[in-house]
């Protein structure tokens, strides 16, 4: 039996390949793919119309769905 490796998931790889500038520019907002392919990011607070959209326009899909850190919350861990 084959194990996926989490760098095979296309979420997985949007993320981390757009990390660097997700937390630039979106630290501390949300982040909602599907398939690797974005959907949207925003607040908090948005993101239950964000999982609706991703749900909608993909429907056969599990939503992905995590926030994006700040810049001084990634200092701390250094």
């Known amino acids: 039996m084959r194990r996926e490796k989490a760098a095979e998931d296309p979420n997985d ?3 981390n390949t757009h990390f660097a500038r997700l937390v630039k520019e979106h630290g501390g907002e949300w982040i909602v793919l599907v398939d690797g392919k974005l959907i949207g990011i925003g607040r ?19 939503p992905f769905a995590a926030p994006i ?10």
């Open 69 to 78: 850190p700040a810049r001084q919350d990634l200092q701390c861990l250094l």
């Open 44 to 62: 908090e607070k948005d993101l239950g119309k964000l999982m609706a959209k991703a749900r909608r326009t993909h429907p056969r899909s599990m």
């Open 13 to 15: 790889r949007y993320f």
